[in-house]
């Protein structure tokens, strides 16, 4: 009921319009099974607002994966307006890449690592061997384990607090840090005439000892 079956024959892969979470272009997916994947992340969509775009082409024809990507991410405009909290799933086929590019308002919690991490272990094992189901639904599974299921509005509370608590550490490191700075100073300073004593006396002494030697 989620699904909208299309046609993508003549379609330019840089102006196609989407309307489903899923744009096979590439043919990677049975039109059997292609409903399952878009209704799998229009449910977790629904959970946590995260929204997943998967989009597969036959060929890049030429262009860098990260240059295509990119311009898709920000030409179809996948994740909430003000959260940045997309994550878009590409594959070619011919050229036999895929990538994860995730807004920014991801970075903290599906970071690059993380992204290349659930290529290497899930989805390119499986598309070595011609199983681009179970590779995408594997992926899906591996983002749902790697963010949660909870909200996006309780995880950017959370990195919130972690973020403002860190900076209020940080706050007390730096000015521990310039106590004893100022307190290293001040004892400095009132121990320098002391030793400046100390030491001239150290060297009157040496002075007179040598006259009287050299007497």
Request: with cysteine; charged share 30%.
């Amino acid at each position: 009921s989620k699904f909208k079956a299309q046609d993508f024959k003549n379609v330019d892969i840089h102006k196609f319009t989407p309307v489903n979470w899923t744009t096979d272009m590439g043919n990677f997916f049975p039109d059997s099974l292609e409903p399952n994947i878009n209704n799998w992340i229009a449910d977790y969509e629904a959970k946590t607002s995260i929204e997943i775009g998967v989009v597969t082409v036959e060929s890049l024809e030429g262009e860098p994966i990260e240059y295509f990507a990119d311009d898709i991410y920000k030409r179809i405009g996948i994740g909430k307006k003000g959260a940045d909290n997309g994550i878009l799933i590409i594959f070619s086929k011919k050229d036999r890449k895929s990538r994860i590019q995730t807004g920014y308002g991801m970075d903290q919690f599906l970071n690059t690592t993380k992204c290349n991490r659930i290529l290497t272990n899930t989805i390119r094992p499986n598309f070595k061997k011609e199983k681009y189901y179970e590779g995408m639904m594997a992926a899906l599974l591996a983002i749902e384990s790697e963010l949660g299921d909870e909200a996006f509005s309780k995880k950017t509370e959370w990195l919130k607090e972690k973020t403002e608590k860190e900076q209020r550490e940080h706050a007390k490191s730096v000015q521990a840090f310039w106590d004893f700075l100022l307190s290293a100073l001040i004892l400095s300073a009132i121990l320098s005439p002391f030793i400046f004593i100390v030491y001239k006396r150290y060297k009157s002494r040496k002075v007179l000892e040598a006259i009287d030697k050299s007497i």
